[in-house]
C-alpha cells in the first residue's frame, strides 16, 4: 500500500482538518489535539486497506465482477433509452401567427381546427396590419403573417422578410357604415345625411388599412372634406367597432366581417367595391421561420374548412383558396 495521506491534504493547511467520516464538517484544530486526530485518522485508513484485502481473500471477487457487469449493463440500458428517445418523433414546436385585427373572430375559431387536426401548438397575435408588420420587419419571432392590404405586405417583400414563393392572397372583404344596433335607422339611409354632424369611429386613416380604404370611400362619394373633424381615429378596426357598439361613437367604418361578428352593431350603408382599393388579405411565412409545420398551417388556412368559416363570417376566399 502507498505512503498514506496527510490531514494537511484535507484542506491544504495543517490547522484545517475534515474528519474522515464527515467531509462536509470542517473543523479548526491546534496543538495536541491536531496531533491525536492525525494518529486516529491514519490508523483508520489502515484498517480500512486491511479490510479490503480480507475481501479479496474471502470471496471478494465476485462481488466486484458483479459490480462492473452491473455497471456495463447500466452503460448499455442508459445508451437503448437515449437511441428510443431520438428515434421519436420530434414535438411540433409552437407555430405563431400575427394577423389582422379584423381576423380575430373567424381565425380564433379556424385555429381550434388547426390544433386539433394538425397537432400543432398554436399562438395568435392580432393588431393593426401597419403594426404586426412593423414588428415582422424588426425581427418578431412570428412564423406567419396577414395582412388586410397588399401595400404592407409588400413593404415586408421589398425588406426581404417573406419566405420566398410562401406569399398567397387569402380573402377579400367588404366595407361598410355601422350605427348601434339601439338606434333606428333604415338600411342604405343617406350617408350624407347620417354623417351631416355625427362623430364617426375610423381605424387610423393614413396607416391601417380599413382606415385608408374608408377615408378612400368617402373621397369618392365627395364626403371627407366635410366628415374628417369629426373622425374619431383608433389603432386598428376593431377598436373603431367597438367604440359604435359601445355607444360612445354614433358610426363607424369597419369591415362586413367585423359588423358581423359584433351584435351591438347594425350595417347602414355598403360601399360599393369600386369607391376604394380592393380589400385583400395577403398571407405569407416569414423569412427564416419555413418549417413543415408553418407549411401545414398554410395550407390549412386555404383549405375547406378554414373557408366554410371564413365565409360565415362575412369574408370572401379568393380565387384558388378554399379548395
Not at 466486484?64 to 411540433?92: E, Q, T
Not at 385585427?101 to 398554436?122: P, Y
Amino acid at each position: 500500500m502507498g505512503a498514506l495521506p496527510s490531514l494537511a491534504t484535507f484542506g491544504g493547511s495543517p490547522r484545517l482538518f475534515a474528519a474522515r467520516r464527515n467531509w462536509g464538517a470542517p473543523l479548526l484544530l491546534s496543538g495536541q489535539k491536531y496531533l491525536m486526530l492525525e494518529a486516529d485518522h491514519r490508523r483508520l485508513l489502515l484498517v480500512e486497506a486491511a479490510r479490503d484485502r480480507l475481501r479479496l481473500a474471502h470471496g471478494g471477487v465476485l462481488p466486484i465482477l458483479k459490480c462492473i457487469m452491473l455497471r456495463h449493463f447500466l452503460n448499455i440500458l442508459c445508451g437503448v433509452v437515449c437511441f428510443v428517445v431520438l428515434a421519436l418523433p420530434a414535438r411540433s414546436e409552437a407555430v405563431t401567427i400575427f394577423a389582422a385585427a379584423s381576423l380575430k373572430t373567424a381565425l380564433d375559431e379556424i385555429a381550434q381546427g388547426m390544433r386539433t387536426d394538425l397537432g400543432v401548438a398554436l399562438t395568435i397575435s392580432y393588431g393593426a396590419s401597419s403594426t404586426i408588420a412593423r414588428q415582422v420587419e424588426l425581427g418578431a419571432p412570428a412564423d406567419l403573417i396577414i395582412t388586410a392590404n397588399v401595400d404592407w405586405m409588400d413593404h415586408l417583400d421589398w425588406a426581404g422578410r417573406l419566405a420566398a414563393g410562401t406569399r398567397r392572397d387569402l380573402l377579400g372583404n367588404r366595407l361598410v357604415l355601422v350605427a348601434n344596433s339601439s338606434d333606428e335607422l333604415a338600411s342604405n339611409h343617406d350617408i350624407a345625411a347620417l354623417l351631416a354632424k355625427a362623430r364617426l369611429a375610423m381605424a387610423l386613416v393614413t396607416a391601417v388599412p380599413a382606415g385608408i380604404y374608408g377615408k378612400d370611400a368617402l373621397e369618392y362619394l365627395g364626403l371627407w372634406q366635410d366628415v374628417a373633424p369629426r373622425v374619431v381615429q383608433t389603432d386598428n378596426v376593431r377598436a373603431a367597432l367597438r367604440l359604435v357598439a359601445r355607444g360612445e361613437a354614433p358610426f363607424g367604418i369597419v369591415y362586413l366581417s367585423d359588423a358581423q361578428a359584433e351584435p351591438r352593431v347594425r350595417i347602414v350603408h355598403q360601399f360599393a367595391e369600386e369607391s376604394h382599393a380592393s380589400i385583400r388579405y395577403p398571407v405569407a411565412i416569414v423569412e427564416g421561420r419555413d418549417s413543415p409545420d408553418a407549411r401545414s398551417v398554410l395550407t390549412y388556412l386555404h383549405g375547406s374548412q378554414a373557408a366554410a368559416i371564413f365565409e360565415a363570417q362575412g369574408f370572401s376566399m379568393l380565387m384558388g383558396a378554399g379548395q
